[in-house]
């Protein structure tokens, strides 16, 4: 799962054997237990962790479109 942290977490595995920290202002993947557990949703429905449903590959693609006009401005390219 793709996310973004807006603080300094911990997330704890469901059996406590592993854990995922996640800086401040953290953008990338985390395990799919991560999002599992119910410390996750707690995180999320206060907002101090974003799910953002995209990739790093769906990122790099939408950049990859951009194309520069003479003016300078970003258009999608068709």
Excluded: H
Excluded at 13 to 26: C, E, I, K, N, Y
Excluded at 29 to 56: C, F, H, M, N
Excluded at 60 to 78: F, H, N, S
Aim: proline share 5%; net charge positive; charged share 35%.
């Amino acid at each position: 799962m793709f996310v973004m942290s807006k603080r300094n977490i911990i997330l704890p595995s469901p059996d406590g054997t592993a854990s995922v920290r996640l800086v401040r202002d953290f953008v990338g993947e985390i395990p799919e237990w991560a999002a599992q557990t119910e410390y996750y949703r707690a995180l999320v429905a206060d907002g101090k962790i974003v799910p953002t449903g995209k990739s790093d590959k769906d990122i790099q693609k939408a950049d990859e479109k951009k194309v520069k006009t003479r003016r300078g401005k970003e258009t999608a390219q068709a």
